[in-house]
């Protein structure tokens, strides 16, 4: 996950920049297109934001729980039982 956040990261800020030079020159002479492109930079901020956060979602909507249920099938499976301790009342899992 680390590697697809940073390669989108790195990609997007790379439009950004790229995207921010050609303003420069049109900013004086051309407002218009200025404005426009100003348009597009903040669709690349939020198209990278949404990108980030999707990428990033998936990873946080897994529970501890659900990360160990692989290993608990594998266990239960060789006749080990499992529970769950949390706050000191101990539950089946």
Do not use: C, N
Not at 24 to 38: G, L, N, T
Not at 54 to 66: F, I, K
């Amino acid at each position: 996950m680390a590697r697809d956040v940073h390669d989108l990261i790195g990609h997007s800020l790379t439009a950004v920049g790229l995207e921010a030079r050609s303003v420069r020159r049109p900013m004086d002479s051309a407002p218009e297109r200025a404005k426009a492109e100003f348009v597009d930079i903040e669709r690349l901020a939020a198209e990278m934001i949404a990108g980030v956060r999707s990428t990033v979602s998936g990873a946080r909507a897994t529970t501890l729980v659900e990360q160990l249920a692989p290993g608990r099938v594998v266990v239960e499976d060789d006749g080990v039982g499992l529970g769950a301790s949390k706050g000191g009342s101990d539950s089946a899992w």
